[in-house]
């Protein structure tokens, strides 16, 4: 079974409820149930909106900012993330099968 993408879980209908009713294991990998803390800490994302019509999430909490541009045609247009304080900021790169998911769904669109 493959891992479902998080739009997939939160599309579907509340995204509180959706993540709140996954059990363990919901990816066939191990994983664990989402925790309240951290379903609560989506709270804390303030939502700003954009003069080009689309909106600015964004949160400044526990050393770090983190702020996602979503424009108006429903793109991501920048992420930003950055440490105000000598935490490490962690990137992750995408797997070669997600590179490959990602073109093919950009060529269709």
Known sequence: MSE???SAL???GPWRTTLQS???DW???GAKPISGLAIATIDKFATVPCSDGGIQLEVHRDGFDIEIMIGPDGRIKSASLSARSNKPI????????????LERA???E
Request: proline share 11%.
């Open 27 to 29: 990816n066939s990998y």
């Open 10 to 12: 939160v599309i579907g």
């Open 22 to 24: 996954l059990d363990p």
């Open 90 to 101: 962690i990137v992750e790169r995408p797997s070669v099968k997600t590179v490959l998911r």
């Open 106 to 108: 950009n060529q269709t």
């Open 4 to 6: 479902k993408p998080i």
